[in-house]
């Protein structure tokens, strides 16, 4: 009898033990969604060759909470308005959706990443981002940009499929995809309301490393050597 309680007692505090790891286990991967890093996947085909579709991607929540965006980076953000169509909600299994939403509220799942778009930095508030010059290329404060992870037509295409020439506001960015003549970027929200910049505040984070599938494994590159001599030069 004695034995048959101590072994009752071991059972019970096993149980105990594994409930509290898989509640931390939870607890902490939702304090790392929110505050940290987070799982998206991409739908489109927009930012190819850098990011294919049905690529896992890890995002660092900390930009821009923390550290500010810069020119090159891939960035996740809302959508700022109008740039993605109406989502059609089909009928779905309930339990399947339950699981769904629970693995997505604690990060494990990408379930919401059709509500966001991905796309690279090319301009920062303040700079001046025209397309194009004389050889096709885009230009920051002036300075034409050779960009290695652009996918362009051959045969001499221009690096946008429309012409622009703005300021990008204070509070917000100019962003294009890398395959650009199959991406809904910046360059063709000019029309909106907010004329194709995106508000920094709309920024989930940015990318730094695809995860899956492992033969797609990297990190993310920012291209920085692409936007050096960008820096907008200070009046004295």
């Known amino acids: 009898m004695e034995r048959s309680r101590a072994s009752g007692r071991r059972h019970w505090r096993l149980g105990r033990d594994v409930a509290l790891i898989f509640v931390v286990a939870v607890l902490a991967s939702f304090l790392m969604k929110t505050f940290v890093v987070r799982s998206f996947y991409i739908p489109s085909a927009s930012m190819e060759n850098t990011l294919h579709v049905g690529d896992?991607?890890?995002?660092?929540?900390?930009?821009?909470?923390?550290?500010?965006?810069?020119?090159?980076?891939?960035?996740?953000?809302?959508?700022?308005?109008?740039?993605?169509?109406?989502?059609?909600?089909?009928?779905?299994?309930?339990?399947?959706s339950v699981m769904d939403a629970a693995l997505s509220f604690v990060g494990i799942s990408t379930q919401d990443s059709s509500q966001y778009l991905v796309k690279r930095v090319i301009g920062v508030p303040g700079d001046h981002v025209t397309c194009c010059n004389a050889l096709g290329q885009l230009t920051v404060n002036g300075s034409p940009l050779s960009e290695p992870y652009a996918v362009v037509p051959s045969g001499g295409a221009k690096a946008a499929t429309r012409s622009f020439d703005v300021v990008?506001?204070?509070?917000?960015?100019?962003?294009?995809?890398?395959?650009?003549?199959?991406?809904?970027?910046?360059?063709?929200?000019?029309?909106l309301p907010g004329?194709?910049?995106?508000?920094?505040?709309?920024?989930?984070?940015?990318?730094?490393?695809?995860?899956?599938?492992?033969?797609?494994?990297?990190?993310?590159?920012?291209?920085?050597?692409?936007?050096?001599?960008?820096?907008?030069?200070?009046?004295?």
């Open 168 to 191: 990008v506001p204070s509070d917000s960015i100019w962003v294009m995809g890398d395959n650009r003549y199959n991406s809904r970027d910046s360059s063709l929200n000019q029309e």
């Open 195 to 236: 004329k194709g910049f995106v508000p920094v505040k709309d920024v989930v984070g940015k990318a730094v490393a695809i995860t899956w599938p492992i033969e797609h494994w990297a990190l993310v590159d920012s291209y920085p050597a692409t936007f050096d001599g960008t820096s907008r030069q200070v009046s004295s």
């Open 56 to 96: 896992r991607i890890i995002v660092n929540e900390l930009v821009p909470k923390l550290t500010a965006v810069h020119r090159g980076d891939i960035v996740v953000f809302r959508d700022p308005g109008g740039w993605l169509p109406e989502t059609v909600h089909t009928e779905s299994n309930p339990v399947a």
